[in-house]
């Protein structure tokens, strides 16, 4: 039945279904009196009877009732489902209280008692309301008349001869001036929320050209903040991370100035002719910010001296000046020049010669 | 309680006191009646529906206890693993919501489950309306408000789960930094700009939380609100069927039956994120460890629905050059990480556009496509999946090397290759299987469906009897709709070009159309030959049916 019909069959029917109030547009003023006592009819509780009553009641087309037997059999599952819910929202309370937390293991206890106690809630909820649905609310295939989305041609064109005709009165078509200077007036302010975000943050300038490490600052140990000697750092193979002295905590510069120390065989390296001194003794120094978007380059395979990154499998050879080998790193891990203070601990010989990290725009072409 | 016609006094007072004020007595049962068409996969989408509802309910209590502070504090606290450990309040805080708050872990970890949910959901249900059309004209707009929904709930998820500031997740970030840079000109200053000075400096996390709870689940709330809103005002699609058409809509009420319903679904979708929430652990940071940009796990994997970027990002080749050697255009994050993201959601947000415009099709639709049906838009989505799929388990191919024992490369490698040849074949092998399926439903409403009946002729032969198919599924059968092709031929028999096909566009447009239609057959007013019971006339009917499927 359509929503129209539904309007002409309301009024029709002095004995409407369900409610007194779908009576058309005359009848807006409630005709149910309210306080008055039930009719009769609330005490037949037998339902069939009084669908056989509303038999040729149109509304009620499309809406299979189900057998009352297998209803009031659903119903007792239903309260069983409903009860269960209660039954575990109070143990979700009482678990609450009984189980406490601040250990992990308590936490664990805790997290399954109301966890499972939650859940059982909610799905005997729905578990009682699907049984609900399907059992005992009638089954319903009723039809419902779709109205054109599109308006009349004469609706449209009604629409458009207000509009324009008051967009005419308004001024705003016929006057050109305040047209455009309205429109100008409202630029500038629209761009006030980009020009508010600013003071943000500062400018790039070149800070992400340069890190922390300059000639003679010590290399130390990742985690133990200890300085490492060229003596003691002997077997190949090694690797360990290490990071500028006086920066331990300080995650800003340590995002830049992070480097893999690798001891190598000296004869196992391949390096430029300009970079050969920067190494003491087979020991080099590459940054560990991989240079596609930023992790650390941190594993490590002895045999082949290839260093890999765990994100995105960039990998670099560390014979070879850190080249790139495999993966979407586009340039080489810079290699931090190093060498040896006079108490033989490792220190760099100046910052590193190109950005680490991520490419950016205003990198440009750096000899590596 | 049998209420009869006159009702409960007192709820009548309310309805009165509401009536008297907002006049609802008639659009509200107007509304109450509306019809819902019944099938399971018209709830596909209110699982993300309500997964937001289950979002926005944990997501205030957790911010009753969470810290968005990236000032360093040194940590004593339940989990003595990490006592002494230098960290941020952000994640010292998530810690006492998992060990020192009761039901903390339970919340914490039902809101990232409902996160999952939600995007997988809504992933779901668009591959639902898709391959039905149910984006068709009177809803293409819809469908756009959908795309940017899911676009909003990948960036509102990536933006949550870096909040703890965890080792996994401050990776994700760096990542997210890196893509940043390497946008051309501009990139430096948004990363400036964004995180306050360099990585990881000490604003990104309360300016992604401020993001994370205030500014994207609002836009998010008014477009669900829109979403739903077209969705009432526009009634539902349904399935094509008996007595269904584009002018009627079949199914139970709003009001008793599918209110009841999907109350109930809202239930079981919260019992089943609670179900995972109790017995599946994610995310459980503790084990991360704080974040720190000097070290990673190995097999850092993000959540599921950034996985594909993270594949698209591993396959990229390692493309990068400089402008007159000053400036630097990193193609190997630049290409991956924002142009194929964006082709992504573009080709989708346009979709429906496009393929109304290849068909010419103008018409409104209310009863949707079996998938079958429109064979070349089924294949693409096919193509769509498997250019998705792809770059998604590539995003954990050192899981698969790992666990298949294969070469990581080799895995790499696999996919650089797969990413252009599957989908193709995908292509192919869907549209060929759509149209076969046309085929057999032809044959199946022209001869009956096997009814497994083996009958022995007079002459021994065998044959197997075939029955004709119910009233329900005929009618469900011919819904098929033929797809319009564009008036054929450059031009028609006075020269005048058809309307629509000129210049180089017109040509593509036919190209595509016919490319489009290409094999398409109609299914309606075919007649059932026969009724299965005589042998010969089954005989008879086998050969008409292997000319008819020569003659096409």
């Known amino acids: 039945m359509t929503d129209d019909n539904e309007k002409n069959t309301g009024g029709a029917e002095p004995n409407g279904t369900g409610n007194g109030s779908g009576n058309g547009h005359g009848g807006r003023r409630p005709r149910r009196v309210i306080g008055t006592p039930a009719p009769a009819e609330s005490h037949r509780l037998l339902s069939q009877e009084r669908e056989h009553e509303e038999e040729p009641d149109i509304e009620r087309a499309g809406i299979h009732p189900r057998p009352e037997k297998s209803a009031r059999r659903a119903e ?70 779709r109205h054109p989305l599109n308006s009349t041609p004469e609706e449209k064109k009604a629409f458009a001869k207000y509009f324009y005709s008051n967009a005419d009165d308004s001024g705003f078509t016929k006057r050109p001036l305040l047209r455009r200077t309205m429109m100008l007036a409202m630029a500038p302010l629209g761009l006030l929320p980009i020009v508010l975000l600013r003071d943000t943050g500062p400018m790039p300038k070149n800070k992400l050209r340069h890190t922390v490490w300059k000639t003679g600052t010590r290399l130390v140990i990742d985690g133990t903040n200890a300085p490492i000697k060229a003596s003691e750092f002997d077997s190949p193979g090694g690797i360990i991370t290490v990071i500028p002295e006086g920066y331990e905590d300080n995650l800003d510069e340590l995002a830049k100035a992070t480097v893999l ?63 790139v080998i495999f993966g979407p790193a586009g340039h080489p891990l810079p290699m931090l020049p190093i060498t040896t203070d006079a108490e033989g601990y490792l220190v760099a010989q100046s910052d590193f010669h190109e950005p680490v990290g991520p490419s950016f725009w205003e990198r440009g072409s750096v000899k590596s | 309680m049998s209420t009869g016609t006159t009702g409960n006094k007192a709820l009548n007072g309310v309805g009165n006191y509401i009536d008297d004020r907002f006049h609802v007595a008639e659009g509200l049962k107007r509304n109450l009646k509306k019809v819902f068409p019944d099938h399971w996969s018209f709830m596909l989408g209110e699982i993300a529906l309500y997964s937001f509802i289950i979002l926005l309910l944990t997501g205030v209590f957790l911010t009753l206890f969470f810290n968005p502070s990236m000032q360093d504090v040194v940590y004593h606290g339940a989990y003595s693993k990490l006592n002494g450990m230098k960290m941020s309040q952000a994640y010292e805080s998530t810690l006492k919501i998992s060990f020192d708050v009761r039901g903390g872990l339970l919340i914490r970890q039902i809101h990232h489950w409902a996160a999952v949910i939600m995007f997988a959901s809504m992933l779901v249900h668009m591959l639902r309306v898709f391959f039905t059309g149910a984006f068709r004209k009177p809803r293409e707009i819809n469908w756009v408000i959908g795309v940017v929904m899911l676009t909003l709930v990948m960036v509102e998820g990536l933006f949550g789960y870096s909040l703890p500031d965890d080792l ?244 790499t490698w ?110 309606s007013g075919i007649e059932s030959h026969g009724d299965g019971h005589g042998g010969h006339e089954e005989l008879e009917s086998h050969g008409e049916r292997e000319r008819e499927l020569t003659r096409d």
């Open chain 1, 261 to 323: 120390l690798i001891k190598m065989r000296p004869e196992e390296l391949e390096l430029p002719a300009d970079k050969q001194n920067w190494t003491v003794d087979g020991i080099i120094a590459y940054s560990k910010i991989c240079t596609h978007v930023g992790c650390p380059a941190a594993l490590y395979e002895q045999q082949t001296h290839h260093i890999l990154c765990p994100c995105h499998q960039s990998t670099f050879d560390a014979r070879k000046a850190a080249k």
């Open chain 1, 76 to 145: 007792k599952i239903v309260a069983l489902f409903f009860t269960l819910a209660f039954l575990a929202g109070i143990a979700f309370i009482v678990a609450y209280w009984v189980l406490g937390v601040h250990s992990p293991e308590k936490t664990r206890i805790s997290n399954i008692g109301l966890g499972a106690t939650l859940t059982i809630a909610l799905l005997a909820i729905a578990c009682g309301a699907v049984v609900w649905v399907r059992r005992i609310m009638p089954e319903y295939e009723v039809v419902q008349e």
């Open chain 2, 168 to 411: 996994l997740s401050g990776m994700g970030l760096r990542i997210f930094e890196g893509v940043l840079l390497s946008i051309p000109v501009v990139g430096t200053y948004l990363q400036m700009f964004l995180f306050g000075g360099e990585f990881p400096g000490h604003d990104i996390i309360p300016r992604l939380y401020s993001l994370h709870i205030l500014l994207i689940p609002g836009i998010l709330l008014a477009l669900v609100g829109a979403h739903f809103m077209i969705l009432w005002h526009q009634k539902h699609t349904q399935w094509p069927g008996k007595g269904r058409t584009d002018q009627n809509v079949i199914g139970g009420p709003m009001y008793p039956a599918f209110m009841a319903k999907t109350g109930a679904y809202f239930f079981f979708t919260f019992g089943v994120i609670g179900l995972l929430s109790t017995f599946a652990q994610i995310n459980p940071i503790w084990l991360y460890g704080p974040f720190t940009p000097t070290s990673i796990s190995a097999g850092s994997q993000p959540d599921f629905y950034m996985g594909f970027l993270e594949g698209v990002l591993r396959i990229f080749p390692a493309w990068e050059f400089t402008i007159a050697g000053h400036y630097t255009v990193t193609l190997s994050v630049l290409i991956p990480a924002l142009l194929i993201l964006g082709a992504i959601f573009t080709v989708l947000g346009v979709y429906p556009f496009v393929e109304a415009w290849i068909t010419g099709d103008k018409q409104e639709h209310h009863v949707l496509d079996r998938p079958r049906n429109n064979a070349t838009r089924t294949a693409f989505g096919a193509f769509g999946i498997t250019v998705y799929g792809l770059f998604w388990l590539c995003g954990s191919n050192d899981i698969l090397a790992e666990k298949l024992d294969i070469s990581l490369y080799s895995t």
């Open chain 2, 414 to 523: 696999f996919f650089r290759v797969a990413i252009f040849v599957l989908p193709v074949l995908m292509f192919i092998a869907v549209r060929r299987i759509c149209l076969g399926l046309q085929r057999r439903d032809r044959e199946m409403l022209a001869h009956g469906y096997e009814s497994g009946i083996i009958k022995r002729l007079p002459s021994g032969e065998f044959i197997e009897v075939h029955k004709p198919v119910s009233e329900e599924i005929r009618a469900h059968v011919e819904g098929k709709k033929v797809i319009p092709a564009l008036p054929g031929g450059e031009s028609d028999a006075n020269g005048v070009p058809a309307p629509g096909s000129k210049g180089p566009l017109g040509k593509l447009r036919r190209r595509l159309n016919r490319a489009y239609v290409e094999n398409d057959i109609s299914l």
